[in-house]
Structure formats: structure tokens, C-alpha cells
């Protein structure tokens, strides 16, 4: 939020005559959400900053390197083994950068921002879930950056091609996978064996 909000405080500046509707726009929304959220929370749990997760709310003792080397490439939660088509918005990132600075500035604040808290969380891989669970909120603006290869598709090499279009494929696959074969019962079977869980972060098979 604090993020989103500084993109909104450059782009009241640079339309100093919409200012007020500009921060409007986006103070709204906001404060409706944090309301709604906050009687919620209060309806449920007895108080308003109340989660429902208790002392797990507050457990940031991961390492942030072993964190952050798990979201990217533990082959149990990594987000490049579940979402390869990731790769390919690091292709589009200088375009898109060159093209819209400050929208790629907030992105990246926003994307640092909360990869950062998931990293430190105890429970960083997100539980007996498929794929890295926290980092879903992100994959929008993870993959935004590859729109910049497809929109000049036909100029890309014949390599390119294929590989971009590989891993678009194997992206599909990864992510139909848990429906194809049901994971239901793995699941169950990671949630009654944390040890078992574990093993599984960091290895493969």
C-alpha cells in the first residue's frame, strides 16, 4: 500500500490540476477496503487488528537469504519451477522500463516490499499448498513485464520464439497439474508429516 501510494503522490505532481481527485481516487477505495477489513476482523475475532492467525502473525525468523532462495528456486515452492513464464518478463523489463519509468519504479517497490515479509515469515513456502502460495498476489505484475515480448513477437529470433514459447508451455503444464491429478491427498499426507513437508522444499521427486 505504501508503495502504490508514492506512485499516486508522483502522479498528483505531475497533474498538479487533479490533484485532490487523484488522491481521492485512490484514498477511496482504500479506506472502504481497510474499513471492511476492519469490522470483519472485529465481527470474528473480538478486534479490529485481530488476523485469525494469532502468534503466527508476528513469526518473521526465516533467514531472508534462505527466504528468498526458497521463493526463486526451492524445487518444492520456487516460483521459477511454478510460473517459468516469469523468465520471460525479464526479456520485456528493459523495455518496459524505458517506456514507463515510474510505473516500473512503484512495481518494483511493491514486488521488493512484500517478497521481503514473505521471505522472513516462518512458514515462508506457504503450507501444504501447490506452488508458493504468498508470492500469488505478485504473478500480475511478475509476468506484466513479458507483455513488452509479445508485443514485438515478429521480431523476435526463431529461438527466441521457441523458447519463450516453451515456457509458456511448461507454465500451463505446472499449473494444471494439481488438477489433472488430484493433490488433495498429497496434501494431507505433507500436513500430517512436517518433517515429510520439509524434505519435500528442497528436493526433487
Known amino acids: 500500500i505504501v508503495a502504490l501510494a508514492l506512485g499516486v503522490l508522483h502522479l498528483a505532481r505531475r497533474r498538479p490540476d487533479r490533484r485532490w481527485l487523484v488522491l481521492l481516487a485512490w484514498a477511496a477505495p482504500v479506506a472502504a477496503w481497510a474499513l471492511a477489513v476492519a469490522l470483519y476482523d472485529q465481527a470474528r475475532f473480538g478486534s479490529p487488528f485481530a488476523t485469525g492467525y494469532g502468534g503466527e502473525a508476528t513469526r518473521f525468523t526465516t533467514p531472508i537469504g534462505e527466504g528468498l532462495a526458497g521463493l526463486a528456486l526451492s ?119 512436517p518433517a515429510r513437508l520439509h524434505r519435500t522444499l528442497w528436493t526433487v521427486g
Do not use: N
Open 75 to 193: 524445487p518444492g515452492k520456487g516460483i521459477l519451477w511454478f510460473s517459468p513464464v516469469v523468465l520471460v518478463s525479464l526479456l520485456g523489463f528493459r523495455s518496459l522500463a524505458g517506456r514507463r519509468p515510474a510505473f516500473v519504479a512503484v512495481a518494483l517497490a511493491m514486488i521488493g516490499s512484500l517478497v521481503a515479509l514473505d521471505a522472513k515469515y516462518y512458514q515462508w513456502w506457504g503450507g501444504d499448498c501447490w506452488g508458493p502460495r504468498l508470492l500469488v498476489p505478485l504473478l500480475p505484475l511478475l509476468v506484466l513485464p513479458a507483455g513488452e515480448v509479445f508485443a514485438r513477437w515478429r521480431t523476435l529470433g526463431r529461438w527466441r520464439r521457441a523458447a519463450v514459447g516453451l515456457l509458456v508451455l511448461a507454465s500451463v503444464f505446472v499449473a494444471a497439474l494439481p488438477i489433472l491429478v488430484p493433490f488433495d491427498a498429497h496434501a494431507e499426507r505433507l500436513s500430517a508429516d
